[in-house]
């Protein structure tokens, strides 16, 4: 279980608005063991006045040096928006960030579960899944019906979604989400070729392409990589060694490639 213990409630309008409402969460914990992508975990955000609020979670990401990136339900993200809404009485300090192991807290009587915590103000239930249309309450308000997917949501099409789902991801002004596309198991060489020569791939993806011998070997995804711009130089350069003499000479040439690749290609021509 993840806690996030807040002393003021301005910190929690700044984590909704800048997080929560995007569908995720940075819990900056050093002890990330164990966890991987879609680990469930529980959530539990406690109020400067003490109270808790309990969600269920996943983790999207381990960030080694920085915590946890988990994802946020709706039902969480709008109990936390109420919540937030309280006025600080001090100054208080940042939060605190734990992460605890609940069966030791079960044996000291510190944790109690969702179901036997008093009800929440509000009208708001303690339900940890998101009401469904026929129980939602009055007070209960659902998200804009125009808001876009959340940051988990997207994770989940870049892992599992077709090319069109896969090439809106690539799309997305986010580029945190673009490495999870090249982990999608229905991605082909031709896709491979196609993100190689996007000049809108960040060096770090295109490192990644570099990476797996089974895709840099290919002679288009080589090709793709020596003449895309923002390849470092020592890729691009590395990438003339699975090129066809003919493909060498092309770009020795010196048309549409970085002018470190036609010196290199002209160089391996020589020698």
């Known amino acids: 279980m993840f806690r996030i213990a807040y002393a003021r409630y301005s910190e929690l309008r700044d984590d909704v608005a800048q997080q ?3 569908g995720g969460l940075l819990v ?5 063991s164990g966890l991987t992508l879609d680990t469930p975990v529980q959530l539990e955000l406690v109020l400067p006045d003490g109270t808790p609020l309990h969600g269920r979670a996943q983790v999207l990401q381990v960030l080694a040096g920085f ?3 988990v994802s946020v339900g709706a039902d969480l993200v709008e109990r936390a928006r109420r919540a937030a ?4 009485t001090t100054a208080g300090g940042p939060a605190r960030h734990e992460r ?3 069966d030791r807290l079960l044996g000291s009587g ?8 008093s009800t929440p103000p509000l009208g708001m239930r303690m339900s940890d899944d998101p009401p469904s249309p026929r129980t939602r309450t009055p007070n209960s308000t659902p998200p804009p019906p125009n808001e876009g997917p959340s940051r988990a949501e997207k994770i989940q099409r870049a892992l599992h979604g077709n090319r069109d789902e896969r090439n809106a991801i690539l ?3 986010d580029r945190t989400l673009h490495p ?6 229905q991605l082909n060489a031709d896709d491979v070729v196609a993100i190689a020569k996007n000049a809108q791939m960040t060096p770090e993806v295109l490192k990644q392409i570099g990476d797996r011998k089974d895709w840099f070997q290919r002679p288009s995804i080589a090709l793709a990589l020596a003449r895309n711009p923002k390849t470092t130089p020592e890729l691009a350069v590395r990438a003339l060694d699975f090129l066809p003499i003919d493909a060498v000479r092309q770009v020795a040439k010196g048309t549409g490639v970085p002018p470190h690749v036609t010196v290199a290609a002209r160089r391996k021509l020589r020698g």
């Open 20 to 22: 929560m409402a995007r």
């Open 28 to 32: 900056k914990v050093h002890d990330a």
């Open 67 to 69: 915590g946890v990136a």
């Open 85 to 88: 809404e309280g006025r600080d």
């Open 100 to 102: 605890i192991d609940p």
């Open 110 to 117: 510190e944790f109690r579960r969702p179901s036997l915590l």
């Open 171 to 173: 799309r997305d002004r």
């Open 180 to 185: 999870f596309v090249l982990k999608n198991p």
